[in-house]
């Protein structure tokens, strides 16, 4: 007897190290080739596919529809699809479906015909751009969404922009933000009606913003640490940015005619980021602070600075995810990736 319950408890710890759950790898994808392609050679390591297939009007008309030849590989490899649903008709349009009863009805309906009819796992919404006063009615949108879907078994996700420490912060470009992109967001009660929250961490510094990184690790863990306290463990998902910036002086003339500081910056994704840095002779830096890669080089006698989230500061990021014990992960976006970056990931047990 006492042999076999040594067996049962080294098997149980045996399985304890190897039968724990891999931390969901979502990634996000666009209707571009280079996305596309991403997905089909790295289709393997891919947890939850969230494309970015459809958009709802102010009237609850939802349009759009699915990659045939993507939707299909999916099902081949037994890959969970969740679309998502975003905005097509800017902040008043949203605000005007928010409180719209007939109109969010007419959503729900189309998005559980579409699921049915091309078999979807369920939606993503990503909705943002969001003023802070229609912070109850999003939620009440999610609550009626998610109790549509859930009777019909179907998930809810949410992507959320960041918005520790809760409230609008000191400068302008905070209250700016906290008015119409973070302040939206009630993480408590998403978390609650929601299936699984992806919390955007990153954009910490964007083309509104002086150069900086994309999503430097000590405000990800500030980030992190905050939804903790609102949202389970088990119904977060880190979000870990595969594009980068790269930020330079632009044209002081609008178009108007009339001059302003321009500050400018552009996307720029790992195909053109390292070329860029090999083209310019650039020293590529590594930040032990930030946990990410950087360059800058001269143009016209002006520095220009790029800022590139890499193979290396994933791997940061993706032990952080372990490290807490989080559901998984939200890349952003399929094709913009270091190729070194799924070097880091499993193959994902279907």
Known sequence: MMKKLACFLVAALACGVACAKQPTALFYLMGTQ?????????????????????GVDNQGLVSGGPNRYVLDLAKQHRLPVEPIISMSAGRKGFHDLLHDEIAKQHMIESMLQQANEHGYDGYQFDFESISWTDRDAYTLLVKQTAEALHKHGLKLSIAVVPNGPGHAGEGQFSKWMWQYWRGAYDLAALGKYADLVCLMTYDQHTRWTTPGPVDAMPWMLDQLKYALTLVPKEKLSLGIALYGYRWYTGNPV???????????????????????????????????????????FYRDGMREWVFMPDAHSFRDRYALVKQYDLEGFCAWVLGAEDPKVWDELPVVER
């Open 34 to 54: 280079k996305s596309t392609n991403s997905f089909i050679a790295n289709i393997d390591k891919i947890g939850l596919l969230v494309p970015t297939w459809y």
């Open 254 to 296: 609008r178009d108007d005619g009339t001059e302003a500081s321009n500050i400018s910056a552009t996307y720029i994704d790992a195909d053109e980021s390292f070329p860029l840095a090999k083209e310019q002779k650039a020293v590529v830096q590594w930040d032990p602070v930030e946990h990410e890669s950087w360059y800058y």
